[in-house]
């Protein structure tokens, strides 16, 4: 196992701001990232975060949400939400997703995140998707933005965490899916459930096997 360099750890979150800088340099001061957690699951709410981080904030061990454990994602959350010039979270819930289908309702949720910001951002950064935020607001669509930005980064464990906490409730709420395990994702277990007991209030009907169903 790789022993952990704190020194290597912040050159490597260091590169993490090249995007920010970028919009720095540009003139932008206030920028925000953006992502979402739970687009693909079959349960429960699409989860979408906004985060604008003071310049060059350096937070250990700080990358994409699927890349790091769980445990070090709760660590995160607390000092991305304590250092966060500003942040938000939204839910989207599932008769919502079902109603626009899951890619608008994504799009839907990041808007009202910014917009729920306590500090309008100048621009805000998102992971692939691109979304208007309004004549006020520029904004840049970054494939894999999740891995290649601080502020992406930060906003992708927000999301995550607020999402699984979620799932941890749905699990004690509608058990035998196995969502404490599986966050309402397409595994075996939870398909076999389904297919066993049938669908919840919580599942999105728009989503195969459900709708089919």
Not at 79 to 87: G, L, N, P, Q, V
Not at 96 to 109: F, K, R
Not at 191 to 201: N, V
Request: glycine residues 6%; neutral net charge.
């Amino acid at each position: 196992m790789k022993k952990f360099s704190v020194s290597a750890d912040i050159e490597r979150v260091q590169k993490l701001y090249k995007f920010e800088d970028a919009a720095r340099a540009k003139g932008f001061d206030l920028i925000a990232g953006v992502d979402e957690a739970g687009r693909g699951s079959l349960i429960g709410s699409v989860v979408v975060a906004a985060v604008i981080l003071p310049e060059n904030l350096y937070l250990e061990r700080l990358d994409d949400s699927k890349k790091i454990s769980a445990k070090v994602r709760e660590i995160l959350y607390d000092k991305i939400i304590s250092e966060a010039i500003s942040w938000n979270v939204v839910a989207v819930e599932p008769q919502e997703i079902d109603s626009l289908n899951i890619y608008q309702a994504t799009l839907e949720g990041m808007k009202r995140a910014v917009e729920g910001l306590k500090i309008q951002p100048e621009i805000v950064l998102t992971d692939a998707m691109k979304v208007d935020f309004g004549e006020k607001i520029f904004s840049r669509s970054i494939v894999h933005g999740d891995r290649l930005s601080a502020s992406i980064a930060a906003a992708s464990i927000i999301a995550k965490v607020t999402r699984d906490r979620l799932a941890d409730k749905w699990a004690a709420d509608y058990p035998g899916y196995g969502f404490e395990h599986n966050r309402g994702y397409g595994t075996k277990e939870h398909l076999d459930a389904i297919k066993k007991i049938g669908a919840c209030p919580i599942h999105r009907r728009s989503f195969n096997p459900v709708k089919s169903l």
